[in-house]
């Protein structure tokens, strides 16, 4: 468990004071992948390098295993830096030693026996796919095969914490994918608690448990990824969860939607679990005696739950829309109108 007490992290530029984080409380459960996403700036680097101290709070406290890191002595600190691995955006990798090297490394700082070493490289290389390629060197490697080798090497000293820092953030979309899949394994297979930041929502749509919202050094929103994409409140995170979720609408619909003198009304709808799927909507056209014009719609997956979302056009009279729309809602149909589609 990660957990982040009130922590401020200012920096000092000539004469200016930077305030990087402002009060950030958070907390990791074990076993969770756990989504920090933020603009440029909004303090996530600073954020992450206080898990393993690379930098140190301000003030407030980061608890690992509860245990609060700033009170270690050097030896505590080094073995708390065992137990947390960490990949990064451009790899970070020795490229005058070879693939086998660069995964050995921790090994050979910690005093490993050699015959140790080469069982366990073997087996990290085994575990991300690049075991023929031990005698290579980084620069012979693609972008995706560097970042697997970062994968290994964080995982030479058996962390129970992993700390991707951008980790896919320089791969192009179908590497990404597979870089994702694989710390998805990691996860799972070895219970290893993830904490990652991005600036891009389709990696936490991708393998997030839950998510919390960074701007401007503070926690504007936080939530299970379900919960945060489904209903997000905050504009920055309405602006997040649109770049993904695919539902923009062609200009002449959204000059038809924000037309003031439009005599229809446009609802979105949100089907969530065992409400995809229904006929709802044609149901209810015929018991309510309206035409609905579906503008848009899509469903997808969100956590391993289906997630749909509708933009209806509803005609017909006002007592009758209202019955409708009382008939459609329920714990998994959430019904809003949409007054501003841009906004
Ligand atoms: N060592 C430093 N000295 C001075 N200012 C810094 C330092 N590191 C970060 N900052 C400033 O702190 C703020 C937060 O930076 P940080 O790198 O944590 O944000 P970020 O969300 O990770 O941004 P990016 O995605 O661009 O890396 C920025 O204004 C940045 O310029």
Same mark, same amino acid.
């Given at each position: 468990?990660?957990?982040?007490?009130?922590?401020?992290?200012? +920096?000092?530029?000539?004469?200016?004071?930077?305030?990087?984080?402002?009060?950030?409380?958070?907390?990791?459960?074990?076993?969770?992948?756990? #989504?920090?996403?933020?603009?440029?700036?909004?303090?996530?680097?600073?954020?992450?390098?206080?898990?393993? /101290?690379?930098?140190?709070?301000?003030?407030?406290?980061?608890?690992?295993?509860?245990?609060?890191?700033?009170?270690?002595?050097?030896?505590?600190?080094?073995?708390?830096?065992?137990?947390?691995?960490?990949?990064?955006?451009?790899?970070?990798?020795?490229?005058?030693?070879?693939?086998?090297?660069?995964?050995?490394?921790?090994?050979?700082?910690?005093?490993?026996?050699?015959?140790?070493? $080469?069982?366990?490289?073997?087996?990290?290389?085994?575990?991300?796919?690049?075991?023929?390629?031990?005698?290579? +060197?980084?620069?012979?490697?693609?972008? #995706?095969?560097?970042?697997?080798?970062?994968?290994?090497?964080?995982?030479?000293?058996?962390?129970?914490?992993?700390?991707?820092?951008?980790?896919?953030?320089?791969?192009?979309?179908?590497?990404?994918?597979?870089?994702?899949?694989? /710390?998805?394994?990691?996860?799972?297979?070895?219970?290893? %608690?993830?904490?990652?930041?991005?600036?891009?929502?389709?990696?936490?749509?991708?393998?997030?448990? $839950?998510?919390?919202?960074?701007?401007?050094? $503070?926690?504007?929103?936080?939530?299970?990824?379900?919960?945060?994409? %489904?209903?997000? $409140?905050?504009?920055? %995170?309405?602006?997040?969860?649109?770049?993904?979720?695919?539902?923009?609408?062609?200009?002449?619909?959204?000059?038809?939607?924000?037309?003031?003198?439009?005599?229809?009304?446009? +609802?979105? *709808?949100?089907?969530? #679990?065992?409400? *995809?799927?229904q006929p709802l909507m044609s149901r209810v056209s015929r018991e309510f005696n309206l035409d609905l014009n579906v503008l848009f719609?899509?469903?997808?997956?969100?956590?391993?739950?289906?997630?749909?979302?509708?933009?209806?056009?509803?005609?017909?009279?006002?007592?009758?829309?209202?019955?409708?729309?009382?008939?459609?809602?329920?714990?998994?149909?959430?019904?809003?109108? *949409?007054?501003?589609?841009?906004?």
């Open positions: 468990m990660i957990q982040f007490e009130k922590v401020a992290k200012t +920096y000092q530029s000539g004469k200016q004071e930077i305030h990087a984080l402002n009060g950030i409380d958070l907390t990791v459960e074990t076993g969770e992948i756990y #989504g920090v996403i933020g603009f440029s700036g909004a303090g996530k680097s600073s954020l992450i390098r206080t898990v393993n /101290l690379l930098e140190r709070p301000t003030s407030g406290r980061v608890l690992i295993h509860g245990k609060d890191i700033s009170t270690l002595s050097s030896k505590e600190i080094r073995e708390t830096r065992k137990d947390i691995g960490m990949i990064f955006q451009h790899f970070n990798l020795l490229n005058s030693k070879t693939v086998y090297h660069n995964v050995a490394m921790p090994l050979i700082l910690a005093n490993t026996p050699k015959n140790k070493i $080469k069982e366990q490289v073997k087996d990290l290389l085994d575990f991300v796919g690049l075991a023929d390629q031990a005698e290579k +060197y980084p620069d012979q490697l693609s972008g #995706g095969q560097k970042q697997r080798i970062g994968i290994a090497r964080a995982l030479a000293t058996n962390p129970s914490v992993l700390l991707c820092d951008e980790a896919t953030s320089a791969l192009d979309p179908q590497t990404t994918q597979s870089i994702l899949e694989l /710390l998805r394994r990691i996860n799972r297979e070895y219970n290893i %608690t993830i904490l990652l930041i991005t600036h891009e929502m389709g990696v936490i749509r991708e393998i997030c448990d $839950k998510v919390a919202v960074l701007e401007a050094g $503070k926690v504007i929103e936080q939530g299970s990824v379900f919960e945060v994409f %489904t209903n997000p $409140k905050q504009p920055t %995170t309405q602006r997040f969860v649109r770049s993904v979720m695919n539902d923009d609408l062609p200009e002449s619909l959204l000059n038809q939607i924000q037309d003031p003198n439009r005599s229809h009304t446009i +609802y979105r *709808v949100q089907f969530t #679990g065992p409400s *995809v799927g719609g899509n469903i997808t997956e969100l956590q391993g739950a289906p997630y749909g979302n509708l933009i209806v056009e509803f005609s017909g009279k006002p007592a009758e829309i209202e019955q409708a729309l009382k008939a459609i809602r329920s714990d998994t149909v959430k019904v809003e109108e *949409v007054k501003n589609y841009a906004s």
